[in-house]
């Protein structure tokens, strides 16, 4: 069996810590043995205290968002992020988290965000601190209450928001989760509209004015897919290691 260290060693490989925002943790968050070995391993999007407890009988736990994104200042049972590691370690389950440097890489989210919306002529696009984070590609002309059906069929959003200039779209950008600093990359690549999971209603308004359609489906909904990456990931290198999907969904849900 694959052990910990094993494990996060041939991640980062395919999953460079350069890729990182600067203002971004993630990486290896939880181990109180890298030596130890990986027989099951249950994947979720968030690391709340409901998927740490319900991975206390997992070996390894892999989610997107960092299990601790902020300079821990306490480690007791009394602040409810440290009681999670307290946990984790009690039960020697591992815990390793790849955020925006998944966002980043080649084939990773926003690679397969683009995928699963058709995008043709695919090409990175981002900001001064994340520069080839974001996608960008083309789209047959689709107007955008067509483009959000699609987004909402393909994704299983339940609803999406959409600031929408009237324009029809032949160029559309994508950010999964919180992007709404990439309308302003995404009108200077050449977009005609961003699709993301949050931007937030004053820069959707404002990015009416500027000219570019901005469609929020919900920062669950654009990141979910992250799992299928992993599913893969440990098929192909390690058959042997159960691998589940939590079955605690997302954090925050549209009701």
Avoid: Q
């Avoid at 968050?29 to 994947?43: N, P, Q």
């Avoid at 307290?86 to 690679?111: E, K, P, Q, W, Y």
């Avoid at 696009?125 to 789209?139: K, N, V, Y």
Wanted: charged fraction near 25%.
């Amino acid at each position: 069996m694959a052990t910990v260290r094993e494990i996060y060693s041939a991640l980062e490989a395919l999953i460079p810590r350069e890729l990182s925002a600067p203002w971004d943790n993630d990486g290896l968050m939880v181990c109180a043995d890298g030596d130890a070995e990986v027989k099951t391993v249950l994947l979720a999007l968030d690391a709340t205290a409901a998927v740490c407890a319900e991975g206390a009988k997992y070996d390894l736990i892999v989610t997107h968002h960092p299990l601790l994104f902020r300079k821990l200042g306490e480690v007791t049972e009394d602040f409810f992020v440290s009681k999670k590691v307290i946990d984790l370690i009690r039960s020697r389950t591992a815990v390793m988290s790849f955020h925006t440097r998944f966002d980043a890489m080649d084939g990773g989210m926003n690679d397969i965000l683009a995928n699963k919306l058709g995008l043709t002529s695919v090409e990175k696009f981002g900001d001064a601190e994340s520069p080839t984070l974001g996608r960008i590609g083309e789209i047959a002309p689709i107007s955008a209450d067509a483009l959000s059906e699609k987004i909402k069929k393909t994704l299983g959003a339940p609803f999406v928001l959409c600031a929408d200039t009237g324009k029809p779209i032949k160029k559309l950008a994508v950010c999964g989760g919180d992007g709404g600093d990439f309308i302003l990359p995404a009108k200077a690549a050449g977009a005609d509209a961003l699709l993301t999971g949050r931007a937030g209603y004053n820069r959707a308004v404002d990015a009416i004015d500027s000219g570019v359609t901005v469609i929020e489906a919900g920062h669950y909904y654009t990141e979910a897919i992250f799992a299928e990456y992993f599913e893969a990931f440990f098929k192909t290198h390690y058959p042997e290691i159960t691998v589940t999907r939590s079955s605690r969904g997302c954090a925050i849900k549209a009701i």
